[in-house]
Every structure is written in structure tokens, then in C-alpha cells.
């Protein structure tokens, strides 16, 4: 089964010229999300990972299923005032604008190897800033796992450039 043929294109979708890659007609086919979270936990599997980490939404449902699969917990990493406890983040640059992305204060310890997944990586400003943040609190990312890569865009090589392993597992040209 390729898992990019269960990944459905919405033309023009949020703005004119954009194609949308929906991973929710894969996650609907019990085939696709067994073989999407095993193929990406088995890229990562006999590393030394303490936990997962998942971008907000989409990397939440693949995030804490990898981390299922690999007996390991899982720590969202949320937008700014999602989290009821007290929060450390990281601000990121928008095409128009800044964002910020947070985690608990107590989710993730100094020393820990941390395990970065989300559905698909564009020009890897969200991730970039994720794994910003869980090298701040004293953590090192072992990896960063996507579903998606648009590598037109230039999120991998951004992550690549700054020493962290990339790991898709289909790509599509364009944006």
C-alpha cells in the first residue's frame, strides 16, 4: 500500500493556489494509520528516545500513536494559551506576523532525547521552533517524523542544516 495515495489534494485550499495535503482520508483507512505510525515508529525504533513530542493538531493523533507503538509518553507541544499549567515557549516568525508554540513547564526534563512528529513539514517554521523549545528546557531531538514533506518549500533542509535527523514518508512537489 503506498501511503500517498491515501493522502486526498484540496485545490485551492485555505487561499487561491494552494494545494491542500488532507490526511484525514488516510487516517480514516485503518491500513493507512497502522502503516503510517508503524513506519515512522519503526524508522525511529532502537533509539534511545525518553518521549514523544506532536505539533498541534495533526501531529497530536500521530504523535501520541507513535508513542503508543513505542511504549513511550507523549507531550503536545500547543499554540499560545492552550495549556492550564504553567508553560515555557518559543516565538517563530509567520509570513505575516509571529506565532508561538508552548509546552508545560514539566513535560519534558534536562537530558531527555525527544522524538518530533507532525504531518507534514512546508518551509519548517513550527518545527523549527518546536525543537527550539525542547533545546531550551536541556533536551536534545533525536528526529523529526512527518508524514508529508514538501521539499519545494525547504522545511527539511532548514531542519537538516541545523544537525536534526528528518524522516518523511512521501513527498509532494510543489506547495
Known sequence: MQIKSLIRT???????????????????DSNGLLLTVKSIADHFRGQHIDRVAGIEARGFILGAAV?????LGFVPVRKSGKLPAETVGQDYELEYGTDRVEIHTDAIQSGESIL????????????AAACTLIQSVGAKVIGCGFVIDLPDLGGSQRLESQGLNVFSLCEFEGD
Open 10 to 28: 484540496v485545490p485551492h485550499y485555505p487561499k487561491d493556489g494552494v494545494m491542500f495535503r488532507d490526511i484525514t482520508t488516510l487516517l480514516k
Open 67 to 71: 508513542a503508543y507503538e513505542l511504549g
Open 116 to 127: 518530533l512528529i507532525d504531518d507534514l513539514i512546508a518551509t519548517g517554521g513550527t518545527a
